[in-house]
């Protein structure tokens, strides 16, 4: 798996009892830094919680299906590596041609999808089967993608087009192509009200989306650079960090106003939100560190020191845990909800950037950067249970 450029988002989909919490790794877009300072490198992002159901969306380097206890790593070489969550084994390596940049699973139909920037492409793979079953094409240079397990919609971030083709998962045909702002773009969706939200870097907006429609229906203005966008679905609450304003911006779901602008750590990027506690936590890249918000009250209850360059985030429900890769510390950071503190620090081979937790095992799958590699983390134990190659 590569380090690469990227954006986040979790994604909702249809309430129901919270057992099972899918993650992924993905990458927030390189920010333009202040005038005399150095970008760190960009990172993962945020899991989703797979029952309410709620799905990630955005650049996913790792994934977990949690009904079939099966996990996705897309890699440098063009490859997409499968593991058997059951044995921690490797199970299949795809092969998909050119270099993959997102992926998205739709936990419903148990499809994988890939985007391939350099053949302007989004794959289709068959989880049974682990086959490529169908090659879509999209607009100029596709990065995030976000799925709708609902609708059984799959939406596509065309990076140089300022465009979201979006594309039904029944026959795999392009329904519609919506113009938003320009620059990387994060997804995500709820798919309780069938809205997406889209983030554009350059233009510092956020667009929503009407996923009936597939017409825009509203631009929200926030902070400078944005990087990440997520949501509560229990709260219809989006929430977007701005990496130049070191903010996180709180938008109201059913009116599209920005209700609160938070202050966070230095370069926020990616998310994670825990609807159970109504609990925003945010990777803070240049502060190494995690800033942990209350959604009731908008106010940042705690700054968790973490490693060097914290990047992908992800939240365990069941355990109130919440999880962060540090990439240039080789670790995991292991933070307990209920005290917002370190309890563990999980040491790994090379750079950690994707982050993906099931829930219902307590498994975590951290992808390493440069590398076919994988590392297997027991939650109950906090130590590594396998290292896949």
């Known amino acids: 798996m590569r380090y690469r450029k990227s954006a986040l988002s979790f994604a909702a989909l249809t309430v129901v009892n919270l057992s099972l919490l899918v993650g992924c790794g993905y990458y ?27 799905t990630q969306a955005g650049y996913w380097a790792a994934a977990v299906n949690p009904v079939t206890n099966m996990e996705y790593v897309i890699n440098d070489d063009g490859t997409m590596s499968v593991i058997n969550g059951a044995t921690n084994t490797l199970t299949s390596t795809v092969q998909l ?32 089967t682990n086959t490529v079953t169908a090659t879509v094409m999209v607009g100029d240079v596709p990065g995030n993608l976000v799925v709708n397990p609902a ?99 709180v938008i109201n779901g059913n009116t599209n106003a920005v209700t609160a602008t938070v202050t966070v750590g230095y370069l926020p990027g990616n998310i994670a939100v825990n609807p159970v506690t109504n609990t925003i936590y945010v990777a803070n890249l240049n502060s190494n560190s995690v800033s942990v918000v209350n959604g009731e009250t908008n106010a940042v209850t705690g700054t968790v020191p973490v490693g060097n360059t914290p990047v992908a985030m992800a939240v365990n429900t069941i355990t109130n845990t919440a999880y962060t890769t540090n990439y240039k510390s080789s670790s995991v950071s292991v933070i ?22 099931n829930s219902d095992t307590g498994m975590i799958c951290v992808g390493i950067a440069d590398t076919n590699a994988a590392s297997i983390i027991n939650g109950a134990t906090n130590t590594v249970a396998a290292v896949i190659n």
């Open 28 to 54: 927030p877009a390189v920010p333009k830094p202040p005038t005399g300072t150095t970008p760190p490198p960009s990172g993962p992002g945020t899991p989703p919680v797979q029952s309410l159901l709620i």
């Open 97 to 128: 041609g050119s270099t993959p940049y997102a992926l998205a699973l739709n936990v419903e139909t148990n499809m994988i999808y890939v985007t391939t920037p350099s053949n302007n492409t989004l794959l289709v793979i068959d989880g049974t």
């Open 151 to 249: 609708t059984n919609t799959i939406y596509v971030g065309d990076m140089t087009s300022s465009m979201v083709t979006v594309i039904s998962g029944a026959n795999n045909t392009i329904a519609a192509n919506v113009t938003v702002g320009s620059g990387n773009l994060a997804l995500a969706v709820n798919t309780v009200t069938n809205v997406v939200y889209v983030v554009s870097e350059l233009a510092g907006t956020m667009s929503v989306i009407n996923g009936a429609s597939n017409t825009l229906t509203a631009t929200v203005q926030v902070g400078a650079y944005p990087l990440a966008v997520a949501l509560n679905p229990v709260t219809n609450t989006v929430y977007v960090t701005n990496s130049n304003s070191s903010t996180l911006s």
């Open 336 to 357: 307990a909800g209920d005290t917002n503190t370190v309890t563990s620090t999980v040491p790994v081979a090379g750079n950690p950037e994707a982050l993906a937790v």
